[in-house]
């Protein structure tokens, strides 16, 4: 296991609800990413936190948020959800800033009905 | 911009064939090319990187700059080769990994 924790694993919730998906990194990672995987657009990058700031950010859309807290866990927030919102969401997270030695969770799948 | 293409969404191959996944990219600059592997039910993870020229479970990629390309080859394929691969690059400063869409390899007996 790589010691990414997302929850909950399933998540099924109708259209214009709001949902958080909640994020635990490695012991140690200060950093932590996320993902969408969704079956028309592959992998996107949504957005990186740092030590409890945000460091990048990549296809988010404003519905969405994001943020870190003390304890590096990291939560996404889904607003407005949308059909098209339903995907994998993953989260990663590597000790520095370097997204290409992240590690990832096995992800939250999210389905909008 | 960067960019990352694998033209095939699906690559089926019998046990024991030679496989070759293709990726192109897009890149002014010197990128940092990776493969990642995720098999049924599991997470993402990084196969190989171009700078550690390295063989992964029997895996190989090789940068070509000038044909923008970094193929995943692997001479005989094995069932549990079965799985989603994706191309990445990452450059100009940025360590966040660009991805390709990803290709489906099936492995058949």
């Known amino acids: 296991d790589s010691g990414v924790t997302q929850t909950p694993k399933h998540l099924i919730t109708a259209t214009g609800q709001r949902v958080t998906l909640r994020c635990s990194p490695r012991?140690?990672?200060?950093?932590v990413y996320w993902y969408q995987q969704s079956l028309d657009q592959g992998l996107q990058f949504l957005i990186q936190?740092?030590?409890?700031?945000?460091?990048a950010k990549g296809n988010i859309l404003e519905r969405f948020s994001a943020q870190q807290f003390p304890d590096l866990h990291s939560e996404l927030n889904l607003s407005s959800l949308e059909l098209g919102d339903s995907a994998l969401y993953f989260c990663?997270?590597?000790?520095?800033?370097?997204?290409?030695?992240?590690?990832f969770g096995q992800g939250t799948r999210l389905t909008v009905v | 911009a960067q960019r990352v293409t694998q033209p095939e969404k699906l690559l089926s191959v019998f046990k024991g064939a030679p496989v070759e996944l293709k990726c192109n990219y897009s890149?002014?600059?010197?990128?940092?090319l990776f493969w990642y592997v995720q098999y049924s039910r599991q997470r993402l993870q990084l196969l190989l990187r171009?700078?550690s020229r390295e063989s992964i479970k029997g895996f190989t990629a090789d940068l070509n700059k000038g044909e923008t390309s970094f193929h995943l080859k692997k001479p005989f394929a094995q069932e549990e080769d079965s799985a989603m691969y994706y191309c990445?690059?990452?450059?100009?400063?940025?360590?966040?990994?660009?991805f390709g869409r990803g290709t489906s390899l099936i492995v058949h007996p």
């Open positions: 012991s140690g990672d200060l950093s």
């Open positions: 936190y740092y030590n409890g700031e945000e460091r």
């Open positions: 990445a690059l990452s450059g100009g400063g940025s360590y966040i990994p660009t």
């Open positions: 171009h700078i």
């Open positions: 990663a997270s590597s000790v520095g800033q370097r997204g290409t030695e992240a590690f």
């Open positions: 890149y002014s600059g010197s990128p940092e």
